[in-house]
C-alpha cells in the first residue's frame, strides 16, 4: 500500500505506510519450518514407546510440549507475515496546514512520590512543555494519584521555571528537552552566548531541584512557599493519600496573554489534578486517573488529540507531535484512526541490555507486524489518541471529523477559578457512578493490563491504529534495572495478558468478525505468554534427567528424522539472530535476551500462569513485593558494568537457581557416564540431549557465577544456593518414569 505519489503538493499523502523489505523470504522460510515442526510432530506421533518401556511417559511430555511450542509458533507468524513501516512528512504538514494545526492535550500520570520523584516527574512535564508546536494549542496536565503537596509544589516551580526553560531550549535547538536529560548529558558548551545562557538556566534548574528535594526532605512545605500560592490550601490536615476531595489548579492559563516566557512568547496551559480519593470507593488504578484526565480536560482544553504518557518517560524529540499529528490529518486516511502508539523506549540501557528491556525484536518486527493487519497495540504510554474514539465514539464513514476546526472556545469566556470549580466535580468518585466510564467510554476497568483491553475495544468499534516506531526515538523511559524487578514486571504483565484471554475479551471471541484474524492472532501472541511456562520448563528439566539415566527422547543423529529437529532449531535461532542483528541490538545482548527469556518463562510466567488459574477459581494469589525502588549506589554500578543482581531470597531465585544446578549435574553426570563404560553408538541417541542441557548450561554462566565466584551484595544469598543444590539433588535422584 503506498499513497499516490507525484501530482501537486496539495494531494501529496501525510503518511506513507510499507511493507518490509524480505517479506516474501520471510514466507518461504516460514513454510519450511513449518513443514519441519509437522515432520517432529509426525515423529513423536509414531514413536510413541509401548507401554512397558520406561520412557513413555516422558516421551508422551515431550510431545505435548512440543505441540504447544509449534502452535505458540504458529500463533507468532501472525505478527512477521506483514510488518510494515510508517513513513510521516511533517514539512507537507507543516507547510499545508500551518496555522490550522489541531491542539494536543498531553496527560502525565504519576502516582506516588516515594518512587517517582517529583523531580522526575517535572523533568517530563518541561520536556512536553517545550515541544515545537503553537503553545497555545498545547496543554500539560498532571494527574498525581498520590495527592501529594510536593509533587504540586514541583509542579508550581516548573511552571515558574518553564519561562526560562521553553525560550532557551527553542532559542537554541537543544535536544532533547527534559532539563534533567539534557543537563546530564551535555557539558558546558564552547559558544560563548550559548555558554552564558547555558550556565544561567543550569544553576535556575539546579537551585529549583534542591529546592523541592530539601522540601521533600524536611517533610513540610514552609509558610514562604505555601504563600506563594492558594492552591497549597486545598492540602489541609485532613489530606490524606487515599482521603481527598478533588483538587484542580490551573497553574498556567494559556489564555492569559500576561503569562508569557522571558521571550514574550504565550505558554502551554498547565494544570495539576488529583481526583477524589475516598477509602470506600475503588479508584481502578491508572485507568481512573486517565478517564479522570480525559474529563478534566474537556473541561479546559477539550483538544481533539491526547497523548499519554507516564512520568518517567520524557520526550526526546520536539518534533515528535508533528509527526503524529500527519497520521490524524491525512486527508485520505487520517479520519479512521484513533491512536497512534511509540515503542516503549529506555533511557538506561547498557549497551548489552543484561535483562533484556529493550525487546528490540517486538519492537522492531512484532508490533510493526500486527499493525500490518490493523492491531497495533495501545501499549499505556507513548500514545497518541483521538479524544472522540477514546471516549466511546464508533467509526462510522459518513462522518469525518475535522480535527482542526475543533476549537477549544468552550473555556474562553470563563474566569480560571470558574474552570477550576466545573472540573472538580469531573473528577469526582461519585460521578462515574451509572454511566459507561470504564466501560464503554474510556480506558477499561477491571483488568490488570486495561491499555490492552482498551486498545482492542476501540478497534473493535471500528477505528484503526498505526504503530510508528522512529529511529530516533520520541519518548524515554527509565527501565528496571535490578532482577528482581524485571522479573516482577513481566510477572504483573503476563498476569494480565493471560487474564484476558480468558476474560470476555479474548481476542478470538470479542473480536471476531471485527479485526483480522492475523490481529487477534497478533492480540495472542502476548495474551499467552503465560501457558508458555510449563512446556519450556519440561524441556529444561525432562531431557535433562533422562540423559543421566541414558534415556534417549530425540532420533539418533545418524536418523532422517534427525533432520526436521536440526533445521527447526538452526534456523529458529538464525532468524532470532538476524531480527535482534536488524534491529539494533548486539549480539551479546541478543545471547543475554534468550537468558532472560528462559528466565521469564520459568519464574514470571509460571507465577503469573498459577495466580490466573487461582483467581479463576477464586482463591488467593501469591504477592511479591518489590525490594527497594530507590537507586542504590551500589546496585547502579553493578548495573552499568553488566553484571545481574540477585541479592534478595525470592523463590523466583531458587528455581533460577535449581534449574541451572540441575542442568550442570545431569550435563557433568551425563558426559562421564558416556565415557566410562558406555558403548558409543549409545552416545548417538543421547547427541541432541547433550547439546540442548549442555546450552542449558552455558547460558546460565552467570548463575553459577552468581551462585559460587561472586562476592558482591548482588550475589545469590548462601539460603537460596542451599536450597538449590539440595532441591536440584534430589531431583536427580528422583526416579523419572
Ligand atoms: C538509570 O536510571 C537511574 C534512575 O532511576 C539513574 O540514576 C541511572 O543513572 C540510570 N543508569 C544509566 C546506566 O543510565
Ligand atoms: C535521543 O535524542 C538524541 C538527540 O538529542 C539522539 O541522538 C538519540 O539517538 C536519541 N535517543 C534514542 C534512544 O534514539
Redesign the pocket.
Known sequence: MVGHGGGEEECLPLFETKLVKGNVAYKIYAITVFVGICLIWLYRFLHIPRAQEPARWAWIGMFMAELWFGFYWIITQSVRWNVTRRYPFKERLMSRYGDKLPAVDIFVCTADPKIEPPTMVISTILSVMSYNYPPEKLSVYLSDDGGSEFTFYALLEASQFSKQWVPFCKKFSI??RSPAAYFAQNSSPQDNTLAQEWLAVKKLYEDMKCRIESAIENGSISKDIRDQHTGFSEWNSEVTKQDHPSIVQILIDGRNLDEVDDDGRQLPTLVYLAREKRPHCHHNFKAGSMNALIRVSSEISNAPIILNLDCDMYS??SDAIQEAVCFFVDEERGHKISYVQYPQ?FDNITTNDIYSNVANAVNEIELAGIDGFDGALYCGTGCFHRRESICGGKYSKNHRGELSSILCNKMKDKTVHELEKESKVLANCSYEKDTQWGKEMGLVYGCPVEDIVTGLTIQCRGWKSVYYSPD??AF?GVAPITLDQALVQYKRWSEGMFQIFLSKYCPFIYAHGKIKLGAQMGYCVYLLWAPNAFPTIYYVIIPSICLLRNVPLFPEVSSLWFLPFLYVFVSRNACSIVEALTSGATLKAWWNSQRMWLIRRTTSYVFAFIDTITRQLGFSQTAFVITAKVVDKDVLERYQKETMEFGSSSVMFTIIATLALLNLFCFVGGIMKIVWGMDLNFADHLVPQIVLCGLVVVVNVPVYQALFVRHDRGRIPSSVTFKSVVLASLVCLMPVY
Do not use: A, D, Q, T
Request: glycine fraction near 0%; aromatic fraction near 0%.
Open positions: 535536544e532533547p526526546n524529540h523506549c530516533r526515538k524515554l
